[in-house]
């Protein structure tokens, strides 16, 4: 992989791909019946405290991955508050955390967007938080809800469940989230599936995770300041031998190119590296495969 192709994988994980061409859909074609749905609506409180009433732990993408149904294949989470503010200002060169803003008509502070694949199925979810919060947009309440789910008229097949973090998703994910969070035993989730991957690595304020890699068949990738340096952790689970090999090579110059340090772990099938640096581009910059 190019260092310009990596950097645009860094800027947000795929977002481009999965979440940009998913939502633009949602804006360019609402449906057919939107017109007519909207003068059911009656007149909305910016902020209805009724409808709040969400409430799960959103501090990492192990958080999130905890309630997302079975089949992520790829995920991104997206802490802004904790960034430095060159971190947040790379993060928000993506166009979509704009579109989100607009979404709410708020300020978006953590998000997380997941691409699920179940059979032939495929579905996403997206989880956010914000400041202030809103639900100013046009919805009708699915009668009988709870927590409320808000039936999105401005967005075709869309559904919310408002709350820390705010749920927007298809109505399977939506059904399949609230299986999850609702039920009094334990419920089979995505973080089942990368759970061993994610023991092995340290949480941050961006963080990403994909099984849709042809060179490993986990991936993870997460950015932080730790001790005053960029840090930037990948892990993998069975690592091809090739990009083993390539890893190793990149270590030996690594200075050159402004990383301070270059760990290279393994944990039976899992590689965990680790690199820091003082210039976050370099840090962002350097190749993971």
Request: hydrophobic share 35%.
């Amino acid at each position: 992989m190019k260092q310009q192709d990596l950097y645009k994988l860094l800027a947000f994980f795929l977002a481009f791909t999965m979440i940009f061409s998913i939502f633009a859909y949602i804006f360019i074609n609402p449906g057919d019946d939107t017109a007519q749905q909207t003068e059911e609506q009656n007149q909305q409180d910016v902020y209805d405290p009724e409808f709040w009433t969400f409430n799960q732990p959103f501090d990492s993408i192990s958080d999130a991955l905890n309630i997302t149904p079975v089949g992520v294949e790829s995920a991104s989470y997206v802490d802004l508050e904790s960034m430095t503010p060159q971190m947040a200002q790379w993060a928000r060169q993506d166009q979509f955390i704009g579109q989100l803003d607009s979404i709410y008509k708020s300020n978006t502070t953590k998000m997380y967007y997941a691409n699920l694949l179940e059979g032939k199925n495929r579905s996403n979810m997206l989880l956010s938080t914000m400041f202030p919060e809103r639900n100013d947009f046009e919805y009708m309440v699915l009668p009988n809800s709870y927590p409320p789910i808000l039936k999105r008229l401005d967005m075709n097949g869309y559904y919310n469940v408002m709350g820390t973090p705010a749920l927007l998703a298809p109505g399977d994910a939506i059904m399949g989230v609230l299986e999850i969070t609702e039920s009094l035993n334990k419920t089979n989730s995505s973080y089942d599936q990368y759970e061993m991957l994610l023991s092995k690595v340290p949480d941050a304020p961006f963080q990403s995770i994909t099984s849709n890699v042809t060179f490993a068949k986990q991936f993870y990738m997460g950015i932080r300041l730790n001790n005053g340096s960029y840090e930037r952790t990948t892990a993998y689970l069975d690592l091809n031998s090739s990009v083993m090999k390539k890893l190793d090579q990149l270590k030996t110059n690594s200075t050159q190119r402004g990383i301070s340090q270059y760990d290279i772990k393994k944990s039976g099938n899992y590689t965990i590296v680790q690199i820091s640096g003082q210039d976050l581009r370099a840090v962002l910059m350097e190749e993971a495969n």
